[in-house]
């Protein structure tokens, strides 16, 4: 789930010939204007976009000043959208360091490509999701929801800081955040940061302390107990499965290609 299969870059190019994929291709535009073309619409991108086009759609692109991109394909992504959307990067570009990182583990880290892949893949997922807006939210809860997404995995980040910078009651950010994404200013925050904590733990071999620590938690104990309660099971039982879930697939794929004898 979410692993990217694929990661690379086009240096100045002005034209990409229609095709397809077989997964989701994620293209982050790095300089310049241009257009992806679909079969019925086209979409408009200029540096700092993000093109998410589902599997299987025909497309090309092409811009008269010519573009550059780093592009990803991400099998099975947990992606909501069933047409291709734009995405626009933070202020901070944090987006395109995600893409960078990616793209050199692919291309120049064997050894920590197969543990880090997924987890980045992982990690783009969520923050396309979060920074796609379905429908025009409000700016304050963007500005809240855009300060948790850039700051979750450091657990010194203090959310009641942020709120308290705010000229609004605590009252009216908690409905305002309940009416706009279902849940809290806090509760979006743990949220985030359990979901990147089951990414991490079904891709990289580190200890349930670790990958508290990565995703936020000062407390390893603390976070387990939030974990078990969101999954129903602890961070080490989730990854136990999931690994023998990996095992029982990988043995049954390599049975499907011994040879009768």
């Known amino acids: 789930m979410n692993e990217i299969i694929f990661a690379g870059k086009h240096f100045l190019t002005h034209i990409v010939n229609r095709h397809a994929h077989s997964n989701w291709e994620l293209v982050y535009c790095t300089s310049k204007d241009g257009k992806f073309i679909f079969e019925d619409t086209a979409i408009p991108y200029s540096e700092g976009d993000i093109v998410v086009i589902p599997p299987d759609l025909p497309h090309k692109n092409e811009s008269i000043y010519g573009f550059t991109n780093i592009h990803l394909n991400i099998d099975n992504a947990t992606l909501p959208f069933t047409s291709p959307v734009l995405v626009r990067d933070d202020g901070n570009k944090s987006l395109l360091h995600l893409f960078q990182d990616a793209y050199y583990l692919f291309t120049g880290d064997p050894d920590r490509r197969a543990a880090l892949l997924n987890a980045y893949g992982g990690l783009i997922i969520r923050c396309i999701t979060a920074y796609h807006t379905v429908r025009p939210k409000n700016k304050v809860a963007e500005q809240i929801i855009k300060s948790i997404v850039e700051n979750y995995a450091d657990a010194n980040f203090d959310l009641e800081t942020v709120l308290s910078q705010l ?33 991490l733990l079904c891709s990289v071999h580190s200890s349930i302390t670790e990958v508290a620590h ?27 499965e999931k690994v023998i879930k990996l095992t029982e697939g990988a043995s049954a794929d390599s049975q499907k290609i011994i040879p009768d004898p």
């Open 167 to 199: 000229p609004y009651c605590n009252d009216y950010l908690t409905k305002l955040m309940r009416n706009e994404v279902g849940m809290t200013p806090h509760q979006y925050l743990t949220n985030l940061r359990l979901q990147a904590a089951s990414d």
């Open 214 to 240: 990565l995703c936020g938690f000062n407390n390893p104990l603390y976070f387990s107990r939030l974990f078990k309660k969101k999954y129903g099971v602890s961070p080490k039982e989730y990854y136990t």
